[in-house]
């Protein structure tokens, strides 16, 4: 007799039975796939609400404390995460994490999703500002004052000021990162318009002197200034012309009537050199008549030496400020 063998129809046979991996089961609705974080802090098994105040507790919560500030090594007020704008978007983050095991694959190794986190950039400059106005120190320009006829200078002053940008990416980077226990707030040096004084002219009529100073040198020059009937005037002036060898025009004055004009020359009243100031008229200048140097003899202007007017002539410019007293 033959042998008959039946077969019966055998199924798919499971995964596991073919060596192969099970497929993991998908998360429970409304709950996060085990294996998830949000920036590292696990949110697997969590429910939605869950896994945002674990977020927040652990992540956003230490990020919104105060950051320790420093500038010149002194202590300053601390900044404050949520007053300059620090938000993270949880929420975001929380929907990210449920796709995985869901629409999305989740790795065997897990997954961590990122969170989206910010601070406003105006917001901590407009703090650092407020606390840079009161411990920063303000350049100061060099300056001269006259204390009688003496030049007395005040010479100028770098200052330190806040470098506003690098301490806004330092501050922000402490708050959302908090790798340091406290930032010191960079420094910027505030260099001063004027860092010398000079040159000036200060003439002492009482004394018939006449100093030229810059950035602490001074040459003093003696001079003649003007007859109790003619004073030189006394005021804040500056220099405004400057001539070579000029020719003198007499003034419209009773006691230059009928002098004429007068070329350059050993006798232009004026010398070789004609340095003319604000005031009306009135300069410094060189003189043949030498001998009236040390006294008021002029209608005004004041009188030197010739060498000495050249020599002037060559150390002022053009609005050099020329104080008589």
């Known amino acids: 007799m033959t042998a008959v063998v039946v077969v019966a129809a055998v199924g798919a046979l499971p995964a596991a ?7 993991p089961a998908p998360p429970a609705p409304g709950v996060v796939a085990a294996g ?7 949110v697997g098994g969590l429910t939605e609400a869950a896994a945002a105040q674990a977020v927040i507790a652990q992540y ?18 601390p900044i404050d995460p949520v007053k300059v704008g620090y938000v993270a978007n949880v929420a975001y983050a ?6 995985y095991g869901r629409t ?9 999703v990122p969170l989206k986190e910010k601070v406003n950039r105006t917001k901590v400059i407009a703090t650092l500002k407020m606390r840079a106005s009161s411990n920063s120190v303000p350049s100061r320009n060099a300056s001269l004052r006259l204390k009688g006829a003496t030049p007395v200078v005040t010479k ?3 200052g330190i000021t806040v470098n506003l940008a690098a301490s806004a990416k330092a501050v922000e980077r402490a708050i959302l990162v908090r790798d340091r226990p406290r930032v010191s707030l960079a420094q910027k040096r505030l260099i001063p318009a004027v860092r010398s004084v000079g040159p000036v002219v200060i003439v002492d009529r009482a004394n018939f002197r006449l100093t030229w100073y810059k950035a602490g040198k001074k040459i003093v020059f003696p001079v003649a200034v003007g007859t109790t ?9 500056s220099v405004i012309q400057k001539q070579k060898n000029p020719t003198w025009f007499p003034p419209d004055s009773p006691w230059a009537a009928g002098l004429g004009p007068v070329p350059p020359g050993v006798n232009n009243p004026l010398g070789t050199r004609w340095i ?3 005031a009306p008229a009135i300069g410094m200048h060189g003189t043949p008549s030498s001998g009236s140097i040390g006294s008021r003899a002029s209608h005004g202007c004041i009188r030197m030496y010739i060498g000495d007017a050249e020599r002037l002539y060559e150390l002022v410019d053009i609005g050099t400020p020329v104080y008589i007293r």
């Open 94 to 99: 929380v929907q990210v994490a449920m796709i």
């Open 276 to 278: 003319g100031t604000s």
């Open 17 to 23: 039975a073919l060596g192969q991996d099970p497929a």
């Open 156 to 158: 100028a002053r770098v």
């Open 60 to 77: 956003v919560a230490p990020r919104r404390g105060p950051v320790a500030i420093t500038f010149r090594g002194r202590n300053l007020k």
């Open 229 to 237: 009937a003619h004073p030189t005037p006394t005021g804040n002036f």
């Open 36 to 42: 998830v974080s949000i920036a590292g802090v696990p």
């Open 104 to 112: 999305k694959a989740l790795p065997p190794e897990g997954v961590t």
